[in-house]
C-alpha cells in the first residue's frame, strides 16, 4: 500500500521501489477519474448577459433608499434561482436589482421585498464580520479573465463584507481572501415591504482594465437566513457554494470609465503603559508612530509599504487544548501580513509570517523597523514579493535572568506563479532569513517549485518540490529536500483525496515557514460518500474513511491512523457526527515519575515505543443561521500525554455557543474540561479552558470587544483579557483604545502583565 513506503526506505536508497508501489495506484485512480469525465454531461444553458448604462446625472446619495430618478430609469433584473434550501426553484421572495454606473462609479440598487418584513434577520456588526444576517452580494471580475474578481456583501443594516477571489491560484477548487479591505460605499434602509440596498464602487478602489470598452464578468445573489435560504441571478449548485469567476455571467457597456491608480497614506500613532512587577524593566509609558502607504503600481499590481508598524489592536491567540510532541500552528492576526497573505501559499507551508517579529521569551514582540510588499497580477503572472527588518534586542530572559540578544534579520519572499491552460499554474517561491553571522538560525532560506492542475470541475492535483538551506545543517544533500504531491478528485456526492510528502532530516523551517514534522515520509488516501438525499428529515449525509502513515527517513513508523466518520445534516440545519480514529504514534518511553528516560546518560539511541490511542468521537451543532448556536463535543479514548510524559486515556467534553442578544450584541463563549487518567486507571488531572468573546456594535463604525480566557491544570492558572474600543474612520483607518491583562499563577515572568494602550490611523486618499 502506498502508506507502507517509508518501510522500503533507508536514506531514499529504494526510490525505485516507492516508484513501483506507487504507480499501479496512480494509474487506477487515474483511470477511474478519465472514465468518470468522460461520461455524458448535461448541455450547459447559456451564459446569462446584462448590459448596463452609463448616466451622468448628480451624484447618487448613498443612504439605502433608490429614490433618485437614475434608479427609476433601469431596468430590473428579477430572475434569481435558489441554491439552498430548494435546489433550482425561484427565489422565495421578490427581488430587483439595478446597476448602472458613470464616470466615477459602479452603482447597484437591491430592492428585497418580504411578506414578512417583521421577521428581516438585521444585526449590526464590525466590517468583514459575520452578523448572520439578510444580505445582498455581488461578484464582478473586472478584468472578465474567468479567474479573478471582487466580492462584495451588504447585510440588512448595511454593514459591509469585501473580498479577493482567484479561482485558478491552485489552492483548491476556489479562493476568497477576505483579508482584503476596499474603499466602497453603501447603505442599506428596512422598510415595511423589505429592504433596499444603494452601493456604490470606485472604479480607483478596484483593478480595471484601462481598455475603452470593458466587458466584466458578474452575479449577484440574496440571502434571507430565516428561511435558511440563497438565491443567485447566475445559478450556483450545491456542489460550488460560492459564486466563481469561472461561472459568471455577463455584463457589457462599460465604456470610456477613469481609472485611478489609487495612493493611499496611512499615518498613525501609538502609546501605551505597561504593568508587571515582576519585569520592572519592561514597565512605564512608551510611545511611537509609523506610517503604511498603498499605491496601485498598474491595473492590477499594489504596493504596500510600512515604516515602524504596531499591532497592538491585534488580537490575542485563543487558549487550545490540543496538545502535540511538535509546534503547534496559530494562525496570523496581523492586518499588514493577513492581507494578501494567499499571494504567498503554497502546497508546502514554506513562508509563515509569524516569524517576523515573533515574541520574545519576556513576552515582548521583537520590533519590525519596517516592511513592504507588492501582490497583484501582470497579464498571466500572479505576483507576490515581501520583505521586513527586524531590529536587534536585548532582553532579559525570565527562565534564567540572564541578558541575552535576539539578532535583527533581514526576511525576502518572492512567489511567482505562471497560468497554464483554463484554470491552472506553475509557480516558484524563495524564502529568505539573514542574519549577522554567528547568531542562532543566523541564515536559513527555501527554495520551491509547484504545479496545480485543475482539470473539469472534479479534478485537482497540486505538487511541490523544495530545497532548504539552514545554519544548523550546513552543505546541501537529498536529506535537505521536500516533496509533497496530493490528488483530488471531488464531486456533489462522491469525494477521493491521496498525497505523498516528505521532509528529509536536515531540512529546519522554524525561522521562515512552518513545517515542523521533519525527517519522514508520509502518506495518506480517504474517500467520502455524501448524498444529497432530502428525505426522512435529512438533507445529506456524508461517510467516510481514511488512511496515513509517516516514517522516519530510516523506515522506522512514526505514527499512523484510520479514521471512520458519519454525519449528517438534517433539514433543520443541524448535525450530527459520529467518528473513530484508531492512531499509533512513536515517542520517548516515560519513567515513573512522570519523565521521559533520561537519553543523557545511555550511549545507544533514546528509547521509544508505539503508543496506541484509539479514540471515539460524538458531536450534535445547532442550525449556524440562529440566534443561539449551539456546538456539543465529546471525545473519549487513549493518549499519550506529551507534556505531562504518561500513557493513558482522557474523557474530553467541549461546549461552544454564539448568542446573537438583539441586534447589536454577540457572545461567544466556550468551555472544554479534559479528564486524564494513567493507563493503571488512577485519576491523573483536569485540564479545564474558558472563553468567552462579548461585541457590541454601536453604530455601523463603533464597536467594542473583550476576549477572556481562562485556564487551569494541577500546575497552576492561566488568566487573560484583551478588550478593544473601536472606531472606524474608514475600512484601514481608525480609533482603537485598549487593555490587555495576563497572569500566570505561580507566576511566570514571560506573562504581559497589564497593559493600556491608544492608538489611531487615518487614511489619505489621492
Known amino acids: 500500500m502506498t502508506y507502507n513506503i517509508a518501510h522500503c ?9 516507492l516508484s513501483g508501489r506507487l504507480l499501479p495506484i496512480l494509474l487506477a485512480v487515474t483511470s477511474l477519474v478519465a472514465y468518470a469525465q468522460n461520461k455524458p454531461i448535461r ?5 446569462k448577459s446584462v448590459q448596463i448604462q452609463r448616466l451622468d446625472l448628480p451624484s447618487i446619495k448613498i443612504d439605502g433608499n433608490l429614490t433618485e430618478p437614475a434608479w ?4 430590473p433584473i428579477t430572475d434569481f434561482i435558489q441554491t439552498t434550501p430548494d435546489l433550482g426553484q425561484p427565489v422565495s421572495e421578490r427581488t430587483e436589482v439595478r446597476i448602472f454606473y458613470d464616470e466615477n462609479n459602479i452603482y447597484f440598487g437591491f430592492t428585497c421585498f418580504d411578506r414578512e418584513p417583521e421577521k428581516i434577520v438585521a444585526r449590526l456588526g464590525a466590517h468583514d464580520g459575520v452578523t448572520g444576517s439578510d444580505s445582498v452580494n455581488i461578484f464582478i471580475d473586472t478584468f472578465h479573465d474567468r479567474r479573478t474578481g471582487y466580492f462584495f456583501s451588504i447585510n440588512s443594516r448595511g454593514i459591509q463584507f469585501d473580498a479577493l477571489a482567484n479561482e485558478g491560484r491552485g489552492d483548491g477548487f476556489e479562493s476568497y481572501d477576505e483579508t482584503w479591505d476596499g474603499i466602497w460605499h453603501s447603505a442599506a434602509t428596512l422598510h415595511d415591504w423589505g429592504y433596499s440596498v444603494e452601493v456604490a ?8 482594465s484601462s481598455a475603452a470598452n470593458q466587458d466584466w464578468g458578474m452575479n449577484v445573489s440574496r440571502d434571507i437566513v430565516r428561511k435558511n435560504e440563497s438565491a443567485y441571478w447566475v445559478p450556483v449548485t450545491r456542489f460550488d457554494g460560492v459564486m466563481k469567476p469561472s461561472k459568471a455571467g455577463d455584463m457589457t457597456g462599460l465604456e470610456s470609465v477613469r481609472v485611478g491608480r489609487n495612493l493611499e497614506v496611512i499615518p498613525f500613532f501609538s502609546t501605551g503603559y505597561r504593568r508587571a512587577s515582576w519585569t520592572p524593566e519592561l514597565d512605564g509609558a512608551k510611545g511611537t508612530a509609523g506610517v503604511d502607504v498603498r499605491y496601485g503600481l498598474t491595473a492590477n499590481l499594489t504596493a504596500v509599504g510600512t515604516l515602524n508598524p504596531d499591532f497592538a489592536d491585534t488580537e490575542a491567540d485563543e487558549f487550545t487544548a490540543q496538545i502535540s510532541r511538535f509546534e503547534i500552528f496559530f494562525p ?4 499588514f501580513f493577513t492581507e494578501g497573505a494567499n499571494y504567498f501559499e503554497t502546497p508546502m507551508k514554506l513562508f509563515f509570517s509569524r516569524r517576523i517579529g515573533s515574541v520574545l521569551p519576556n513576552g515582548e514582540p521583537q ?9 497583484g497580477q501582470s497579464g498571466s503572472w500572479t505576483i507576490g514579493a515581501l520583505q521586513a527588518l527586524t531590529q536587534e534586542e536585548t532582553y532579559v530572559d525570565p527562565q534564567d535572568g540572564q541578558q541575552k540578544i535576539a539578532p535583527g534579520g533581514f526576511f525576502g519572499v518572492m512567489r511567482v506563479q505562471r497560468k497554464i491552460f483554463e484554470k491552472s499554474a506553475v509557480g516558484l517561491i524563495s524564502v529568505n532569513r539573514m542574519q549577522k553571522p554567528g547568531s542562532v538560525g543566523q541564515r536559513e532560506s527555501s527554495h520551491g517549485v509547484d504545479l496545480h492542475l485543475l482539470k473539469g470541475e472534479n479534478t485537482n492535483w497540486n505538487s511541490q518540490f523544495m530545497v532548504n538551506l539552514n545554519s544548523a545543517n550546513p552543505g546541501v544533500d537529498w536529506q535537505h529536500v521536500g516533496f509533497q504531491s496530493e490528488f483530488e478528485y471531488n464531486t456533489e456526492s462522491f469525494e477521493y483525496e491521496t498525497g505523498a510528502k516528505l521532509l528529509g532530516r536536515k531540512t529546519d523551517l522554524s525561522h521562515t ?3 515542523p514534522e521533519v525527517d519522514r515520509w508520509s502518506g495518506w488516501m480517504g474517500a467520502e460518500y455524501k448524498p444529497f438525499i432530502n428525505r426522512f428529515g435529512i438533507r445529506q449525509i456524508f461517510t467516510g474513511v481514511n488512511y496515513d502513515e509517516a516514517n522516519n527517513t530510516s523506515g522506522a513508523l512514526e505514527d499512523s491512523g484510520a479514521d471512520v466518520w458519519t454525519y449528517a445534516q438534517l433539514k433543520n440545519f443541524w448535525t450530527v457526527r459520529f467518528e473513530h480514529r484508531y492512531d499509533r504514534v512513536r515517542y520517548n518511553q516515560f519513567t515513573s515519575d512522570f519523565q521521559p528516560v ?23 451543532e445547532t442550525n449556524r443561521n440562529r440566534a443561539v448556536y449551539l456546538l456539543f463535543r465529546h471525545e473519549w479514548g487513549k493518549t499519550a500525554q506529551f507534556e505531562e510524559f504518561f500513557y493513558g486515556h482522557h474523557k474530553t467534553y467541549e461546549l461552544r455557543s454564539n448568542i446573537r442578544l438583539g441586534g447589536k450584541a454577540r457572545l461567544e463563549a466556550g468551555a472544554v474540561r479534559v479528564r486524564e487518567w494513567l493507563h493503571t486507571g488512577q485519576f491523573y488531572q483536569n485540564r479545564d479552558y474558558l472563553i468567552s468573546r462579548l461585541t457590541y456594535q454601536f453604530t455601523p463604525k463603533m464597536r467594542a470587544r473583550v476576549l477572556t480566557q481562562y485556564f487551569q491544570d494541577r500546575h497552576g492558572h492561566n488568566v487573560s483579557v484583551n478588550s478593544l474600543f473601536a472606531y472606524d474612520f474608514t475600512a484601514r483607518s481608525a480609533l482603537f483604545v485598549g487593555y490587555n491583562r495576563q497572569k500566570n499563577s505561580p507566576l511566570d515572568r514571560s506573562a504581559l502583565g497589564d497593559y493600556f494602550y491608544i492608538k489611531t490611523s487615518y487614511l489619505f486618499g489621492f
Open 9 to 17: 526506505l533507508s536514506d531514499f536508497d529504494n526510490l525505485p521501489v
Open 43 to 47: 448541455s450547459e444553458a447559456p451564459r
Open 72 to 75: 427609476q430609469r433601469i431596468a
Open 201 to 208: 464602487i470606485p472604479f480607483k478602489s478596484i483593478r480595471i
Open 332 to 335: 496570523e492576526k496581523r492586518k
Open 367 to 375: 520590533r519590525i523597523l519596517e516592511g513592504g510588499k507588492i501582490t
Open 513 to 515: 515557514g512552518f513545517e
Open 598 to 620: 533520561d537519553c543523557a546518560t545511555r550511549t545507544s539511541l533514546c528509547p521509544t515505543r508505539i503508543y496506541t490511542t484509539p479514540q471515539w468521537k460524538f458531536e450534535l
